[in-house]
């Protein structure tokens, strides 16, 4: 079983930067995909970017293509999330979660806050 714990979140300025990590432990990381999904106030969790135990393929949701990009170093097991770009709108909990297969997902961490501001 793996745990995952987030961190790096925070306040930020409209149209600034931030990098959100996401550490894991147990066995077994590296064969794992892992996504990253937000939840903002009264709104449901949602899909933000998912990338696949070796790299070789991440996917986004439209709302974040081409500001957000998610990498991973197996090694140190951690999972990143670049968001730039930023908009009052991407305000939310953000969670990362082990993707078993589709759009199941489990293993979620307690999640970190991101507050940007306009």
């Known amino acids: 079983q793996l745990q995952l714990v987030e961190s790096g979140g925070g306040l930020v300025q409209a149209g600034g930067s931030l990098r959100l990590s996401c550490q894991a432990s147990g066995r077994n990381f590296g064969f794992y995909g892992i996504g990253w999904f937000r939840q903002a106030p009264g709104k449901e969790r949602g899909f933000v970017a998912a990338?696949?135990?070796?790299?070789?393929?991440?996917e986004y949701a439209d709302s974040v293509k081409g500001r957000f990009t998610i990498s991973r170093d197996n090694a140190r097991k951690m999972v990143y999330l670049e968001m730039s770009s930023v908009k009052p709108e991407d305000t939310a909990v953000y969670y990362c979660?082990?993707?078993?297969?589709?759009?199941?997902?489990?293993?979620w961490g307690q999640g970190t806050q991101v507050t940007v501001s306009s």
């Open positions: 990338i696949s135990p070796r790299s070789d393929s991440t």
């Open positions: 979660a082990v993707r078993f297969g589709g759009a199941q997902y489990g293993y």
